[in-house]
């Protein structure tokens, strides 16, 4: 049920496995619905989702919440000043 990821403990198994996993897709599945009307953000959430698969290939703890930190600090950002960026 862990899918080949050595994550361990009740803590590590259900926030890193299931809510990272649901977060990726999210993003992934946001990112494609959004692709024809808004292609800057659609890009961004595509990168983040592409980012966190790489994240949890590395089966490290660290790397997982690195890349909820970031993806969440390019959310904000984005979703914050991504109008004055790029106008879409």
């Known amino acids: 049920t862990t899918m080949g990821f050595e994550f361990e403990g ?8 299931s809510l990272t996993f649901t977060l990726i897709w999210g993003l992934f599945l946001a990112g494609l619905c959004w692709c024809c009307t808004r ?5 961004v959430l595509l990168v983040l989702a592409f ?3 790489g994240a949890v290939e590395t089966e490290e703890m660290a790397s ?3 890349w909820i930190v970031f993806s969440a600090l390019v959310g904000y950002v984005w979703f914050t ?7 879409e």
């Open 81 to 87: 000043w991504g109008d004055q960026l790029v106008d």
């Open 51 to 53: 980012l966190g698969n």
């Open 64 to 66: 997982v919440f690195v």
């Open 10 to 17: 009740c803590f590590s198994l259900v926030v890193l496995g």
């Open 39 to 43: 292609p800057w953000t659609a890009g």
